[in-house]
């Protein structure tokens, strides 16, 4: 979607725009609700998550800064932030799935209007699953559980039975590689 | 790069994570203060980690989702959804106003140090008579109008560099920002550690300093950056004096 009428619907929503906090989560509302679902395992629970993040952009949409961040950016760390509180807040059983990076981030029809955006919004989508996918698997297993479920590095070391050292390297080594795939200065 | 660079740039990714503890943000926070260089590489990584969730499958709500969003939206607040410490929090900030101070007081250094650090509570019981309150003194951090629903406690040990904050009615910031603490003595302003608060606008933050806390004149909250500044530079939210400096 474009940034920059991202931008411009959060100015709308912090004035207490209606029509433009409905369109916003109609743009949103499949990736909010997919990477809760893919966290949290319960339909049930990450629909509660897509409520609370919805409800924070809502209420906290004035505290949005353009100078530091995209909204879309703003609104996945807010809700990957709310999937890891209910995560270590034990709401949900951990072994109900393992998260994953989409093999293929096919996305359902664009919200009407945004056709224009959607060609590139998936370009984008892709190059941070291809450039996931690159990643040795070794590096992968400790980012999932870094990124998905907020484990601190001894919780990973644990999890997967491998010293605390590694678990850094690996960590370290896969950002690395994704910063440089990306683009990410 | 300085040598504590080598020592730092290895937990970068993680800190853009969020999957550190307390003593290695800390860590951290203290470097990128000074280190242009890791903090830009930090912002790096933050782009990464902001990216991450686009990989995620997109999956469409039910469609029964967004009236539910809208009652809550048009809903009054819902109370305040229980939180790890929430109640020891409150119990702090609301001190002011409970009675009798001092029964109160020793539950709430009882509690305190009972769930963060029995060691000291040894010291502090086995230092001296009663319950050790001698030892403890309390700055109450007053709201600016940057943050009016705000309130703050720092408890702190009189002879010693380290203390707990508990804040609560801070509003919650965008990801790149935290709340850096800073104690002041003569001007002088030391950063006193970084804290983001929950979405309930809750906070609790152990305090380290080489010097006794109970030294310092003065104690603020402002808005900074994510990993912190070498002085304030954006909004105070917070502020209190000592009893010392009040006198």
Redesign the interface.
């Known amino acids: 979607m474009s940034p920059s009428d991202d931008a411009t619907l959060m100015h709308r929503i912090a004035r207490g725009d209606e029509r433009a906090?409905d369109r916003f989560?109609e743009r949103h509302?499949?990736?909010v609700?997919?990477?809760a679902?893919?966290?949290l395992g319960e339909?049930a629970t990450?629909?509660e998550a897509?409520?609370?993040v919805?409800?924070?952009i809502?209420?906290?949409a004035s505290?949005?800064?353009a100078r530091?961040?995209?909204p879309?950016?703003?609104l996945?760390?807010i809700?990957?932030?709310?999937a890891?509180?209910r995560l270590r807040?034990g709401k949900v059983r951990p072994d109900l799935q393992q998260?994953q990076?989409?093999d293929d981030?096919?996305?359902?029809l664009p919200a009407p209007g945004d056709l224009e955006t959607d060609v590139a919004d998936r370009d984008?989508?892709r190059r941070?699953?291809r450039a996931?996918r690159e990643l040795p698997e070794a590096q992968r297993q400790v980012l999932r559980l870094?990124?998905f479920q907020?484990?601190?590095?001894g919780q990973i070391a644990e999890a997967l039975a491998l010293p605390l050292g590694t678990v850094?390297?690996r960590?370290?080594a896969?950002?690395?590689q994704?910063?440089a795939a990306?683009g990410?200065? | 790069m300085n040598s504590d660079c080598e020592h730092i740039t290895d937990l970068l990714p993680s800190l853009a994570l969020g999957i550190l503890d307390a003593d290695e943000r800390q860590r951290i926070a203290t470097h990128l203060a000074h280190c242009d260089r890791c903090r830009s590489e930090v912002q790096g990584y933050d782009a990464v980690v902001g990216r991450l969730g686009l990989g995620s499958p997109q999956i469409a709500p039910p469609a029964a989702l967004k009236q539910r969003l809208l009652r809550r939206i048009m809903a009054p607040e819902a109370p305040r959804e229980r939180q790890p410490f929430a109640w020891f929090s409150r119990l702090l900030v609301g001190w002011p106003r409970l009675a009798p101070i001092g029964m109160m007081a020793g539950l709430a250094l009882a509690v305190f140090l009972g769930i963060s650090n029995f060691y000291m509570w040894h010291q502090v019981r086995t230092s001296g008579s009663g319950s050790g309150l001698e030892n403890v003194s309390l700055v109450y951090l007053h709201p600016t109008g940057a943050a009016p629903g705000a309130s703050g406690t720092l408890l702190m040990f009189k002879e010693g560099g380290w203390g707990m904050l508990v804040v609560q009615g801070l509003p919650a910031l965008a990801p790149e920002r935290e709340y850096q603490l800073w104690l002041i003595q003569k001007g002088q302003r030391t950063s006193g550690g970084l804290f983001s608060v929950s979405a309930q606008g809750e906070a609790q933050l152990e305090v380290r300093s080489a010097r006794p806390l109970a030294e310092f004149e003065a104690f603020g909250i402002t808005i900074e950056p994510r990993g912190g500044s070498t002085g304030p530079t954006g909004k105070k939210v917070l502020g209190g004096h000592t009893r010392r400096a009040d006198a």
């Open positions: 906090f989560y509302k499949s990736t609700y997919g990477l679902l893919n966290m339909p990450a629909e897509t409520l609370d919805f409800v924070q809502w209420r906290h505290e949005y800064n530091h961040a995209s879309r950016t703003w996945l760390a809700a990957r932030n709310k890891i509180d807040r998260p990076w989409a981030p096919l996305t359902p984008e989508r941070v699953v996931v870094a990124y907020g484990y601190s590095h850094k390297t960590i370290r896969a950002m690395q994704l910063k990306l990410a200065t």
